[in-house]
């Protein structure tokens, strides 16, 4: 039986480099993946003068077989990408000044949370083996679905046709027109 979802632990290298204006301290950019990587808070892999790259934590990846659609879509583009949904954490340190949040493979998913403003969203490039993995699951649940044009019934049931014209004037033609101010209400 196949699962109805799947996970792998992933992990987020986060990029720290010295910000360009007074008001950000610090920059802070998803620079990298690691798929399978074992839990992590913040541990240094690389200094370059100012610039860390840090691990900066686990998150799950996780594939739900009613998202294949949204998987597919990502996987069409010229360069797959996951997204790391990122918090501002509010301590302004200079080690762990945001908070990870979810790791997504789902285009459709990112726009969500690009929308409500609150998260930071970070593309970052899939590694081919979460590329091959994520097609597995996508080949192994994907059902196309037939686009079905929706038939509309022809005859009115009331025999009215509402919003056309002006209910003031008593004619069928013309109901565009505008009322004198001899013309009565119709009833």
Same mark, same amino acid.
């Given at each position: ?25 610090w ?9 399978g ?36 879509? !990502?996987?069409?583009?010229e360069? =797959? $990408?996951?997204?790391v %949904?990122?918090?501002? &954490?509010?301590?302004? *340190? ?8 979810l ?13 409500? !403003?609150?998260?930071?969203?970070? =593309? $970052?490039?899939?590694? %081919?083996?979460?590329? &091959?993995?994520?097609? *597995? ?11 079905i ?39």
């Open positions: 039986m196949n699962p109805r979802s799947i996970s792998m632990p992933v992990g987020v290298v986060v990029r720290k480099t010295p910000g360009v204006t007074r008001w950000a301290k920059n802070w950019k998803v620079v990298g993946v690691l798929p990587a074992g839990p992590a808070d913040w541990v240094e892999m690389r200094r370059d003068g100012d610039a860390v790259e840090y691990h900066a934590g686990t998150l799950t990846l996780e594939l739900y077989r009613t998202d294949t659609e949204a998987y597919l879509t !990502g996987l069409s583009c360069t =797959p $990408v996951l997204y %949904v990122m918090q501002n &954490a509010g301590t302004n *340190d200079e080690l762990g000044d945001i908070e990870l949040h790791i997504s493979a789902s285009p459709y998913d990112s726009q969500d949370y690009c929308d409500s !403003g609150e998260e930071t969203v970070e =593309p $970052v490039p899939m590694p %081919v083996s979460i590329i &091959a993995w994520i097609a *597995d699951f996508v080949d192994l649940h994907h059902q196309h679905e037939v686009f044009k929706r038939k509309r019934d022809k005859k009115f049931n009331d025999n009215t046709e509402d919003g056309v014209g002006d209910r003031r004037i008593k004619q069928v033609t013309d109901v565009y027109r505008a009322p004198d101010h001899k013309t009565e209400f119709v009833q």
